[in-house]
Every structure is written in C-alpha cells, then in structure tokens.
C-alpha cells in the first residue's frame, strides 16, 4: 500500500477490515455446527465475509462516503481474502480454492475434511506452518505499532 494512503488511514480500522471477514464468518460457522445444521451453505467457515460482494459493497460505501474509517475496511478486506488465498495454497489446497468461497453461496467446496468439530478444525490449522507464520508475522506487526506509538505518545516534549 503507497505511504501516502497508509498515512491517511486509521489502523486501527485497518486492522479491524483485515479481521473482519473471520469475525463475521467465524462466529456463524461455529453456531452452525454446534447446532448441527445440514445445509450445504454452512459447509464451511467462509460464508459472507470472504466473498468479493462484502469487499464491493464496502468499497461503494468507501468511495461514497469519501471517509478514511471506511477506506480502511476497504483495504483490509482484500488484504485479508488474498492472504486466505495464499494460506489456502500453502496447506495443499491450490490455487483455485478462492473459487469456491469468494462468490459464496454459488458454489460450496466439497471438503471431506468438515465432517470433524468445528473445534478440532480450527485446532487443525495450528499445527500448519503457514498458519503460524502468518499469525506470528501479524501479531509482530502489532506489536511493533503498538510500541512504536506508545514511545511517540511517552516521549518527553521539549
């Protein structure tokens, strides 16, 4: 992202857009499967906010409302759908997975991988490289914002 943009965005919403489409999605899938639907739309943890309509839709809302919160979500979003892209790569599903959930619901993956709890699904990715990585990549670049901001903020004015 240019530095001029990244200047004008708040990261904190940023941030949020980056987690936004797990946040959605997440909460619903675990419902789903602890209230043992059977509807081939809860097959998986991406539903709607993996799809490239909820990126659209905050891009519109972005560019109407020309605020900086709302470009944020629209920048974290994708950042997120195309980081999920590569995971997926990275865990042995290939390339085209993306196309089973970016356009959610027209077409579901047949994973046989989901007949487990959706508890030991998510406990699956922890012990997958890629997974890790990235969540050690994320969480140290909080934390170096974090300090990078809270020794601006301490700092001894003259």
């Known amino acids: 992202m240019p530095r001029a943009v990244r200047k004008r965005l708040p990261w904190r919403w940023l941030a949020l857009g980056c987690l936004l489409p797990d946040v959605i999605d997440k909460p619903v899938f675990l419902v789903a499967q602890w209230m043992g639907a059977e509807s081939r739309h809860f097959d998986t943890a991406r539903m709607v906010g993996h799809t490239?309509?909820?990126?659209?839709?905050?891009?519109?809302?972005a560019w109407r409302w020309r605020s900086p919160r709302w470009a944020a979500l629209a920048y974290g979003i994708p950042t997120h759908l195309v980081l999920d892209?590569?995971?997926?790569?990275g865990m042995g599903g290939g390339w085209g997975v993306w196309k089973s959930w970016?356009?959610?619901p027209f077409r579901i993956p047949?994973?046989?991988i989901l007949m487990i709890?959706?508890?030991?699904?998510?406990?699956?990715?922890?012990?997958?490289?890629v997974y890790i990585a990235g969540e050690l990549i994320g969480a140290a670049l909080l934390l170096w914002d974090f300090a990078r901001t809270w020794t601006a903020r301490n700092a001894p004015r003259e």
Do not use: K
């Open 117 to 129: 709890s959706p508890m030991q699904e998510l406990a699956l990715e922890m012990h997958n490289r």
């Open 52 to 61: 490239a309509f909820l990126a659209a839709a905050v891009v519109l809302v």
């Open 85 to 89: 892209v590569v995971t997926d790569y």
């Open 102 to 104: 970016l356009f959610w």
């Open 110 to 112: 047949r994973l046989g």
